[in-house]
């Protein structure tokens, strides 16, 4: 695909422009591309509800996803937005103007995020309160240099995404909130190591996850591996800037493995698909090894 902003691998965290894209997913990945730097509104989803229970309820619980772009490891400059609408999910109401529309915009420089999220309708009523999550998928941990909504706020990094996530509960948006989140610049040297970090966690978790069903020992021969799909447990300046060597280490303990293991080698559709994960993952694009 082709496009003057480019795109994002949704799961490898690669990006790309103007150039067929091919990779290798598992049986539980549903792969695809995303403008990079989009603004992606999301909805959790409580365990056991039905889409039409869903969409009965208000958006009282909403996400908004920031996906990568190489300008947050570059240091650059992006902006993007994401809107969602709320409505009954059930009538035509809503073209009476009966909804409320939820909007999050920000403009990124250097580390840091400007972002604003804001609400206007009147479907939610006066008042209306939201718990509002922002997130940053294939990111060093951010912090919150300043908020308009005061002590409400929580953040954590979340392992799947790789990323931080910012947490403020019940909170009223209809007059807009801004946040001020920052990279912590101790990241700045090692942030190209991160791209495509998604994908190599993935690919190391299928990869482990076919080891420990083939019952192969934990051991030295697999500890980079393992490290590798532990990255998010591990997050520090000088662990982002070990990303390349510990991921060379990761695929030469697998491809030691695929050559003597005797389990692994009497199980030829088990090699094909670790094979195939190892073989897809390349190295980062631009990496930097910490020198100390």
Known sequence: PSGSRGWVDRLNGGFH?????????????????????????????????????????????????????????????????????????????????????????????DIGFDV??????????????????LSFPQLPPLHIAAS???????????????????????IELAGGQTFRLEIDAAYRPALPNLVGALGRVRRARYIKDAMDAANIPYGVGRANLTSYVLAATHMSPEFAASLPGLWRSAVSEVQTLLATDQVLQG??????????????????????????
Do not use: W
Request: one cysteine or more; hydrophobic letters at 40%.
């Open 17 to 109: 422009s103007g150039e067929p894209v091919t990779s290798t997913y598992g049986i539980f990945d549903v792969p695809g591309l995303v403008r990079q730097g989009a603004v992606i509104p999301m909805r959790p989803r409580p365990r056991g509800a039905s889409s039409l229970a869903r969409a009965r309820l208000p958006l009282s619980d909403l996400e908004f996803r920031v996906m990568p772009a190489q300008a947050f490891y570059t240091g650059g400059a992006m902006s993007g937005r994401g809107i969602a609408v709320d409505d009954d999910g059930v009538s035509m109401d809503f073209a009476n103007g009966n909804m409320t529309t939820f909007a999050c915009e920000y403009n990124f420089s």
């Open 116 to 133: 604003r999220v804001s609400s206007a309708g009147a479907f939610h009523g006066p008042g209306a309160k939201t718990t509002l999550r």
């Open 148 to 170: 308009s909504v005061g002590a409400t706020m929580a953040i954590a990094y979340d392992h799947s995404l790789l990323g931080s996530v910012v947490t403020a509960e019940r």
């Open 267 to 292: 199980d030829p559709r088990r090699m094909r698909f670790i094979s195939d994960m190892v073989a897809d993952a390349g190295e980062p694009e631009q990496a930097t090894e910490l020198v100390v």
